[in-house]
């Protein structure tokens, strides 16, 4: 099970950081990763983080927002600098737990809202 916190309402330019927590160990996952989905568009891809420590950007983050990973905590973090009005959606963490090459564990969601 995978719990996302730290979502909120900011003005552009602002920071959010969020929180995954898993429930298990995240040392066997191979694959966790950060997506989010705004009203009325399709679910993108924000940041993939590999267990080797690899870490893939969707191209409008990318310079501003750093995902990492902390096994020890079972947690994975998605810390968002200079925000703009169109980061706001859902954003779900996602981890590839039995190991398949897809998401088959997915967390709530939590909201962004980026005001100007």
């Known amino acids: 099970q995978l719990v996302e916190s730290g979502g909120g309402s900011v003005q552009a330019g602002g920071s959010l950081r969020l929180s995954c927590t898993a429930s298990?160990?995240?040392?066997?996952?191979?694959?966790m990763s950060w997506f989010r989905q705004a009203p009325g568009k399709q679910r993108e891809l924000v940041a993939l983080?590999?267990?080797?420590?690899?870490?893939n950007y969707g191209e409008s983050v990318k310079g501003r927002f750093t995902a990492s990973r902390d096994n020890a905590k079972d947690t994975v973090y998605l810390q968002m600098n200079n925000l703009r009005p169109d980061d706001t959606g859902v954003y779900y963490c996602?981890?590839?737990?039995?190991?398949?090459?897809?998401?088959?564990?997915w967390g709530q969601g939590t909201q962004v809202t980026v005001s100007l």
């Open positions: 298990a160990s995240l040392y066997g996952i191979i694959m």
């Open positions: 983080m590999t267990q080797g420590g690899a870490i």
């Open positions: 996602a981890a590839d737990i039995l190991a398949t090459g897809t998401y088959d564990d």
